[in-house]
């Protein structure tokens, strides 16, 4: 795994070094300086120097660097890196030269629980902070902790569950959802999709008593048409359920997700930890429904006018509405003056964006608005100057009790010894990510 990590400022000098393995030394620092920090150059986050693979990540002016002479598993190192990052924000707010030298007793005390021998171990911020406590600067000794709570450390550490203690109680057992989607898209001028995709996160916010065995459901096209084959039933509940469920591409889940379950029979089985954890996240790209359309028709009247209609339509449902939209129609840079007419929300054109600023503060579902601007453009004698590049659309957006994969929770099962009924709420959530369409 990583045989070396390093802290260094942006002079290149060394703050924390701690070596795993004997086949680096701490002269290979010296390399890095001198290729990296003092190249001018536009840099990858790795850097091969002779059989040594240097891979950093910046953070304000500190270099936080892993090394290995292996064929590691790069994806792995980074997420260490960045786990380390929040660990250390953790610790202290400012991760900065001055705060590395200021606790570096806490950094080495950190980087030695988080990594053994280049592997990392224990990433997690809140058991850590169990057994390496920080007072007023200064470590706290661990003989000052009680006897009963060195043993819970001991268990949470190295048991199975390291992110959950078996002594939680709450007087009220609550378990939230949220099912958060970002839609991606690209359209033609012509309005043909050229690329479209959603990425979503289910996270969850649990408050639930002792040690609760949680099996989570949702309607993936793979489990669905298992169910469908081992219980057969009418052609048209079939078809029903071919139709709601969704084929996921990728899916990344929390690491008290027991992925040895999921792999055998698709069911997402975990103990929940204390509080707000992201459950998992995933990508699709077949069957999305777009929450909204744009129909945009720009017309150029010569040199000096422009004209501009652009129509929103909502795909969803009229029980339903959009919050905070906001449509960004890119105009030349030589533009004077913007006439413009709108049937809902305000807009403006907003000379430092070049472009005019659609805003609707509710949106309902399954209806259309239209936005006419008559653009007036400066004349320009420079006969070298570009055509307008005609930039896309975009929008900004978000859709409550709306999921463009079609993403459900069907069921959320809790099981714990004491047999409580916790009380769950789901929540749906559709925002724009990149959603732009050409004109």
Same mark, same amino acid.
């Given at each position: ?6 802290? #260094? ?5 060394? +703050? ?44 304000? $002016? ?13 994806? !792995? ?43 990392? &171990? ?5 058991? +850590?902070?169990?057994?390496?406590? &920080? ?11 009680? &006897? ?8 949470? @550490? ?10 939680? *109680? ?6 939230? %959802? ?8 690209? !359209?033609? @001028? ?5 690329? @479209? ?10 408050? +639930? ?45 929390? &690491? ?44 150029? #009247? ?21 919050? $905070?939209?906001?449509?960004? %129609? ?42 006419? @601007?008559?653009?007036? +453009?400066?004349?320009?004698? $420079?006969?070298?100057? *570009? ?7 975009? #929008?900004?957006?978000?859709?409550? #009790? ?38």
């Amino acid at each position: 795994m990583i045989s070396a990590l390093f802290l #260094m400022n942006g002079k290149g000098e060394v +703050l924390i070094s701690r070596i795993y393995r004997d086949d680096i030394s701490r002269g290979v620092a010296n390399a890095f300086r001198l290729e990296v920090i003092g190249s001018q150059e536009t840099r990858s986050p790795v850097k091969l120097i002779g059989s040594t693979s240097f891979m950093y990540i910046k953070v304000g $002016n500190i270099y936080i660097v892993g090394v290995s002479r292996q064929n590691v598993n790069a994806c !792995m190192v980074f997420e260490v890196l960045h786990q380390l990052v929040d660990i250390f924000k953790s610790y202290f707010d400012n991760l900065d030269e001055d705060s590395i030298r200021n606790n570096f007793v806490l950094v080495y005390e950190l980087l030695d629980e988080i990594l053994d021998f280049g592997y990392p &171990q224990n990433c997690s911020t809140d058991v +850590l902070k169990l057994y390496i406590t &920080q007072g007023q600067g200064k470590l706290k000794s661990l003989d000052k902790l009680k &006897q009963d709570k060195i043993s819970k450390i001991t268990i949470q @550490a190295t048991g199975t569950t390291p992110w959950r203690t078996p002594d939680i *109680k709450y007087k009220r057992n609550e378990l939230y %959802i949220d099912v958060v989607e970002s839609v991606n898209l690209l !359209m033609s @001028a012509e309005g043909n999709i050229l690329r @479209a995709d959603v990425s979503g996160q289910v996270m969850m916010k649990c408050f +639930l008593s002792g040690m609760p065995e949680c099996k989570f459901g949702m309607n993936d096209k793979v489990i669905m048409d298992r169910e469908k084959s081992s219980n057969g039933g009418s052609a048209a509940r079939s078809g029903a359920r071919r139709a709601n469920g969704i084929e996921i591409d990728d899916i990344t889940f929390h &690491q008290c997700v027991r992925l040895g379950k999921f792999d055998s029979d698709r069911t997402v089985s975990f103990i929940p930890p204390d509080g707000e954890f992201e459950l998992m996240r995933y990508r699709t790209t077949e069957h999305i429904n777009l929450p909204f359309k744009v129909i945009p028709i720009v017309r150029e #009247m010569g040199r000096t006018r422009l004209e501009c209609s652009v129509t929103v339509k909502s795909n969803f449902s009229s029980k339903m509405f959009g919050a $905070n939209v906001k449509v960004i %129609i890119p105009t030349p840079k030589n533009t004077a003056v913007c006439k413009i007419v709108v049937a809902a929300g305000k807009a403006k054109y907003m000379p430092e964006q070049d472009a005019i600023i659609w805003r609707i503060r509710r949106f309902p579902g399954d209806t259309e608005f239209t936005l006419r @601007a008559e653009v007036e +453009l400066m004349a320009s004698v $420079n006969l070298d100057k *570009k055509a307008w590049s005609r930039p896309p659309i975009s #929008m900004e957006f978000q859709v409550t #009790m709306f999921t463009a994969s079609g993403f459900s929770v069907r069921f959320l099962k809790v099981v714990e010894k004491s047999n409580y009924t916790p009380i769950k709420w789901v929540r749906y959530l559709t925002k724009a990510g990149t959603y732009q369409n050409r004109i």
